[in-house]
């Protein structure tokens, strides 16, 4: 959404927000207990977590649609319209509506797609996110950036270990102070000018106050704590079009609901008011 709002893609790719909280995709099945991505039913009844605790909570919101394409209830459906049975069933996608197929499931092509493919019909083709001078310190960044902050901070949350824990933390403790660091002689992670490398950290530290701090035990730093990456959030969120593409409501709803595993009953925390601070 963010590479689509800054390449100005608005007009050219539409698209569907699946509702926030997990639900069971088969949930006649008393065997099959995966839960994933809805999509809204304006019609429907309102609903609690996978185990059927938390809520209620609406079967739509104002910017959750149906799926306009399949008629799918869900991503899983999509997936296996697309010919996969097993496995996850992921967002974003990029389905193209002509051959009413998945395109692609990964988001760092995705996003690689948007800045390069689309640029005879983009509101701003002269805007490239992944420049051939900028290249190999976006790879060096990425390489680091990926695993210990993006994944990093479900690494933390997910551990099922102290030890597992405690390599995560570490790693990412260190991360976020490197990232300070970078961030403190550069105004972009790769340079001087905004690249898919700070779109891919800008949508992890926007949750990290949020959600990842208290949620996923990554308080051991925090962005509203650091003056620099508080600044560095700040200018990407002010750029023209990125605040339409966060729901700040909806993306706590969706990790506070999704997982009964860490929050049985769906209790979602009511500060600290991260976008407040972004916008002050
Ligand atoms: N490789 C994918 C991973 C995407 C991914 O893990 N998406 C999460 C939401 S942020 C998801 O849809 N998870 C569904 C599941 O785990 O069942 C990408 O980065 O695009």
Request: proline share 7%.
């Amino acid at each position: 959404m963010l590479t689509r709002a800054i390449k100005g893609l608005e007009d050219v790719i539409s698209y569907t927000v699946v509702m926030p909280i997990w639900q069971r995709t088969r949930p006649d099945d008393p065997n099959d207990e995966h839960a994933g991505w809805y999509f809204a039913d304006p019609h429907g009844s309102p609903v609690r977590n996978a185990i059927g605790l938390g809520g209620p909570f609406p079967s739509s919101y104002p910017g959750n649609d149906p799926d306009p394409h399949l008629g799918a209830r869900n991503v899983r459906e999509l997936y296996e319209h697309a010919g996969q049975i097993g496995g996850k069933f992921t967002v974003p996608i990029l389905f193209d509506k002509e051959s009413r197929t998945i395109v692609s499931n990964e988001s760092s092509e995705i996003i690689q797609m948007l800045n390069s493919e689309f640029n005879d019909f983009a509101g701003c083709p002269e805007i490239d996110l992944q420049p051939e001078d900028l290249k190999s310190t976006m790879d060096e960044v990425d390489k680091w950036i990926y695993p210990t902050v993006n994944n990093g901070v479900y690494r933390c949350g997910f551990a099922k270990s102290q030890e597992a824990y405690d390599v995560a933390i570490r790693e990412l403790t260190a991360s976020f102070d490197r990232l300070e660091e970078i961030l403190s002689s550069r105004p972009y992670i790769a340079g001087d000018r905004l690249t898919l490398s700070d779109i891919r950290l800008f949508v992890t530290l926007l949750r990290f106050d949020e959600v990842y701090v208290v949620y996923f035990k990554c308080n051991t730093r925090s962005v509203s704590n650091s003056p620099t990456l508080l600044n560095y959030c700040r200018n990407i969120y002010r750029m023209k079009g990125v605040a339409e593409t966060v729901n700040m409501d909806q993306i706590k709803l969706h990790y506070y609901c999704s997982h009964p595993d860490l929050n049985k009953w769906s209790i979602v925390p009511r500060g600290p008011d991260f976008i407040r601070l972004l916008t002050l």
